[in-house]
């Protein structure tokens, strides 16, 4: 589903991501997890190209993210057709980002709306169903400041959701909670990942990624330092780095 | 340390602390001060003849004053909502990553800000006398349509350019503020679900920068209230210029000065309530609940008077 082939990235002279390599399989569960500055939600960002990268090759469903490919050369593509691609791909960000001045179930209702062009009536039976499945039925009325962290979590799960999307990126989605608050996010990532969602996750939530995940990636200083599956990596890491981190962490 | 486990089930209500509040003798001598300064000044601008505030009371209410109101009211009102709209434009221009769109905003903004706003009136109304004739046709080739500039620019189409043009390149900048005050994150949460930047602007942007944008555009509209009374020089009648020829025709320039002061506070403060209620429509999202309205902690106040 998701190739990255040396992808590099620069930020003025910095290079943050310095070739990055890996493959996420339909309806696998990838999580990355890194020190602060590793570039893993630099890398995150790429994948609908909310951020541009430099070099290397990075591609979504078979299609190059932000470039077309025409014979040798490849052309720059236009917002609109960036707009097409990202469609396809959820995001769920570390500050919620839900637009205040909608209310919970507008929030979830606004892409289909205005990107898709759906009748309201679909839109709005399939948002109250999202709501509902993210155990927020009641609350579509409630403005995100009226909602605590973990339920605007839940409601931008839900907007996410609502465009039908192949893949979704969950950059450090529960890094901004409180601590009691971070289970419900967590369970319906789990059961969104049950249900056979192809996941990409950036985390610090270890018994998540060893639960959830099909596969771990441990990304440091722009490179993929180890990756496998998430329960013999984290018993028995491989590289010097890797152990220095989940020593930290675990 | 020590610390004590409340007991199970003490529901009885502790002793509520009966302190005697900070006293604030300060104040009530500001007060008492503020108070006899007033008096003076009220007893002072009754007394003296200067004010003339029967001829005042005579003169404000006449017709052509009425009509002065009425002309400065709907001037505001059309050149703001001119200002405003093509304000818009320009801010969203100024923040394309397109440089040709950028750069024409820029020098708009440059020349509509950098000249003074009676000279634009000025040529706005005088453009018969700078370009006879406008033509469309092929540029520096032969001519197609002509017309005669003289009768192309009414005076009131006049007053009307050089006021909203002239508040567009102002207001192009608080929009400007407004948009750059938004979160990133909300664009790039609307750009991560599909939204074309000019969707994202409309419906998530814009909505969330008039919090910021309003008390400021508040601020140029009762600005502009009394910045209409310069579409004398094209010329055009309103407000300043009615009370002004009332003045000189009765020598009494200063009290009729004062009259049109009052009428302009008059309005300036109708608009200032209707900025409140503005602001508070689009706090909603912004705030947990909104705090009580004047009308509402009058209300408040009176209700706790009954129950005592």
Not at chain 2, 87 to 106: D, E, F, K, Y
Not at chain 2, 242 to 268: D, H, K
Not at chain 2, 298 to 308: E, F, I, N, Q, Y
Request: net charge positive.
């Amino acid at each position: 589903m998701v190739k990255a082939e040396q992808v590099h990235k620069w930020f003025g002279r910095d290079e943050v991501l310095k070739g990055i390599d890996l493959e996420v399989g339909r309806r696998e569960v990838m999580c990355i997890v890194g020190p602060s500055g590793s570039g893993k939600s630099t890398f995150l960002r790429c994948v609908n190209h909310l951020e541009k990268f430099d070099s290397g090759r990075l591609s979504v469903d078979g299609e190059l993210v932000g470039y077309r490919q025409r014979g040798d050369k490849l052309y720059e593509m236009r917002e609109s057709e960036v707009a097409r691609q990202r469609r396809d791909i959820g995001m769920v960000f570390q500050r919620f980002n839900l637009f205040p001045h909608k209310t919970a179930l507008e929030n979830v209702m606004e892409a289909p709306l205005q990107v898709k062009r759906q009748p309201k009536a679909e839109v709005r039976e399939r948002a109250q169903a999202l709501l509902d499945r993210v155990g927020l039925g009641g609350r579509g009325d409630a403005y995100p400041t009226q909602l605590s962290g973990g339920q605007q979590q839940r409601v931008a799960i839900a907007r996410a959701l609502c465009m039908e999307p192949k893949l979704m990126l969950f950059d450090e989605p529960t890094s901004a909670l409180d601590p009691e608050l971070v289970g419900e996010v967590l369970d319906v990532m789990r059961r969104l990942a049950e249900s056979g969602m192809t996941m990409i996750v950036v985390t610090h939530e270890m018994g998540f990624a060893r639960e959830v995940g099909d596969s771990l990636v441990f990304i440091d200083e722009g490179v993929v330092v180890e990756a496998g599956p998430p329960r013999e990596v984290l018993a028995n890491p491989q590289h010097k780095r890797t152990q220095a981190f989940l020593s930290k962490v675990l | 340390m020590n610390a004590t486990v409340a007991p199970p089930g003490s529901t009885q209500r502790p002793e509520q602390i009966k302190a005697i509040p900070v006293r604030h003798p300060g104040r009530w001598v500001a007060i008492f001060v503020i108070f006899v300064v007033l008096a003076m000044f009220a007893h002072s601008v009754f007394t003296n003849e200067n004010w003339q505030w029967q001829f005042q009371w005579q003169n404000a209410f006449q017709p052509p004053v009425l009509h002065g109101v009425w002309t400065t009211l709907w001037l505001t009102v059309v050149s703001m909502v001119i200002g405003v709209l093509l304000g818009v434009v320009l801010a969203i221009m100024r923040l394309s990553p397109n440089p040709v769109l950028s750069s024409s905003a820029w020098v708009y903004i440059w020349i509509f800000r950098g000249t003074p706003v009676l000279v634009q009136l000025v040529i706005w109304a005088n453009l018969g006398s700078l370009y006879r004739q406008i033509s469309l046709g092929v540029p520096f080739g032969p001519e197609w349509f002509t017309f005669d500039t003289r009768n192309l620019v009414p005076n009131v189409v006049a007053a009307l350019l050089g006021l909203g043009l002239n508040e567009a390149a102002y207001m192009s900048e608080i929009i400007r503020a407004g948009i750059l005050s938004v979160d990133e994150g909300q664009g790039e949460a609307a750009a991560a679900l599909g939204l074309s930047r000019m969707q994202t602007m409309r419906r998530i942007v814009l909505p969330q920068a008039m919090r910021v944008v309003v008390p400021p555009t508040g601020n140029e509209t009762i600005s502009m209230l009394k910045t209409t009374s310069l579409v004398s020089a094209v010329p055009y009648s309103e407000l300043f210029f009615q009370t002004e020829s009332i003045g000189n025709r009765t020598f009494q320039v200063f009290p009729m000065l004062i009259t049109a002061s009052l009428w302009y506070l008059a309005m300036t403060s109708v608009l200032m309530v209707c900025q409140y209620y503005i602001e508070r429509y689009y706090a909603r999202g912004s705030v947990r609940t909104l705090p009580p309205t004047p009308i509402q902690r009058l209300r408040m106040r009176l209700t706790r008077a009954d129950l005592r």
